[in-house]
């Protein structure tokens, strides 16, 4: 009788370490799972912050060139006007001529 009570705590005493044991395997692969997805998070997080600051420089250089393309329409308009006037007065000029000449 004596014996087989050493027998069953003696299994019970195994049976407590397996639960152990396997609790603690448990809780390494929880804590594996979590650093695993804390480094994804973090890959993430460092992709949008990547991702914003190329934005950013992108809408930026857009601003800039929409700048240099307004002055450009600018400078072109005052080309044109200027152009205009020539010729009008190349036409005058021209019509005086053929005045003068009659």
Request: aromatic share 8%; net charge positive; no cysteine.
């Amino acid at each position: 009788m004596e014996l087989m009570l050493v027998k069953m705590n003696e299994n019970k005493q195994k049976n407590s370490m397996e639960y152990k044991t396997k609790k603690i395997e448990f809780v390494n692969k929880i804590f594996l799972y979590f650093r695993f997805t804390q480094q994804e998070v973090q890959n993430l997080l460092d992709e949008i912050e990547r991702r914003d600051n190329q934005y950013r420089r992108l809408n930026t250089l857009a601003i800039n060139n929409e700048q240099q393309l307004e002055k450009t329409s600018d400078k072109l308009q005052t080309i044109e006007s200027k152009s205009l006037i020539q010729t009008r007065e190349i036409k005058v000029r021209y019509l005086n001529l053929l005045i003068l000449k009659q």
